[in-house]
């Protein structure tokens, strides 16, 4: 079974920062890519910024140059910088990584956190 811990969220002012962080556990063979999505309330989930094993990372149009995702392999840790905070920004903060298993042959599984609140607002 595995994991994914998240933390980092909370109520920040317009123009703050925060950094989510999301920790896997459990057995896990390897992972894959990385992502981070969040959905504010009457929206749709949309994906805010991903990063693959090699370190390719793609971000959403609304958070370019604010956002920065990383990740620590030995740690097997997914991590959003959040800078610049807007109210807009205020969503449950979910990360996604897609684990590697390995039973004979390869594959490909999703595992989903719980989600964390980032409320931006003065």
């Known amino acids: 079974q595995v994991q994914l811990v998240e933390s980092g969220g909370g109520l920040v002012q317009p123009g703050g920062s925060l950094r989510l962080s999301c920790a896997a556990s459990?057995?896990?063979?390897?992972?894959?890519?990385m992502e981070w999505y969040r959905q504010a309330p009457g929206k749709q989930r949309e994906l805010v910024a991903a990063?693959?094993?090699?370190?390719?990372?793609n971000y959403a149009d609304s958070v370019k140059g604010r956002f920065t995702i990383s990740r620590d392999n030995v740690k097997n840790t997914v991590y959003l910088q959040m800078n610049s905070l807007k109210p807009e920004d205020t969503a449950v903060y979910r990360c996604?990584?897609?684990?590697?298993?390995?039973?004979?042959?390869?594959?490909?599984?999703?595992?989903w956190g719980q989600g964390t609140q980032v409320t931006v607002s003065s």
């Open positions: 996604k990584i897609q684990a590697i298993g390995h039973s004979g042959t390869y594959y490909l599984y999703d595992v």
């Open positions: 459990g057995s896990i063979f390897s992972i894959n890519a």
């Open positions: 990063i693959t094993s090699g370190g390719s990372t």
